[in-house]
């Protein structure tokens, strides 16, 4: 399994140029500054070289603000990358003493969308950052942004689950079915054998799940994002935490960290889906 993950993460090497966007916790843009990384293997792709370079919003013709660089040999217990080199990665335990976060990535093509989590250490959401990306030289384009629409119907998928023990991966089926009554979404996820039930207020670009112990939010966000989080994440009680990318109107991809009662990363999970 971790030589598959070197492998998967391979699968991201390149120049990719974007965007970092900061994004209120209503799912406003606040504001975007560009940025390049380069990604680049040596040693027959034993090294990855990282570069990030962060610029102003005047952009690329001035200096970069930051310049920052790292190599990798292997890849740390908390990164796990799946075949398509979709990755996601994050904090392997909550604590009341530092930021609780998560990150994640997707690949399709001369695209790659990232979206960061962050918690502050009450465990209050206190921040988000959408980074879209285009490989350099290529002409892809940014996808719509998501609505509530396009995510209505039936959507079957495999989900491919990766445990923080390493113990052996899972892989199963999955059906979600969307509808809307009124000013609510509706929603049934069957997976296994299991069959979850749920049900969210609709305000503008945001769902709001507010039955049960904790609210849970989900922001419709430029170029076909989601991101679904508890507001307060806190040690007594699992939680989990999302972010789904809406590849083209019949395929999504969602990304999901699990964590226990106890605030102990569990498993990373990635499901492709597309529209029955």
Known sequence: MMKNNWENFLKNLGEWR?????????????????????????????????????YSVNGY?????????????????????????????????????SEFGAE?????????LRFVQLYDPQGNLNALTLIREFRSGSHDSER????????????QGKAH?????????????????VSVEGDRLQQTLTFGDRTLHSTAQIQGQKLIFDEGSAIREILLLPDGASSNTPLQVK??????????????PNERQRLIRSYSEKGEWISATHVIEHRV
């Open 144 to 155: 719509p942004q998501l609505t509530v629409d396009q995510l209505v119907g039936t959507w």
């Open 61 to 97: 013709e001035e200096p970069p603000l930051a310049d920052y660089t790292q190599e990798y040999r292997t890849l740390g217990l908390q990164n796990i990358f799946f075949e398509t080199g979709a990755f996601s990665k994050g904090s392997l335990q909550l604590s009341p003493v």
């Open 235 to 248: 040690v007594g009680r699992s939680f989990l935490v999302e972010v789904g990318w809406l590849v083209n």
């Open 18 to 54: 974007g965007s970092f966007t900061q994004i209120s916790l209503t799912g406003e843009v606040l504001g975007s500054t560009p940025s390049i990384l380069n990604l680049e293997g040596f040693d027959n792709n034993q090294l990855v070289q990282f570069r990030l370079r962060r």
């Open 104 to 112: 994640y990535g997707f690949v399709a093509g001369d695209r790659r």
């Open 161 to 177: 689950t990766v445990y923080s023990d390493w113990s052996p991966s899972q892989r199963m089926e999955t059906r979600l079915e």
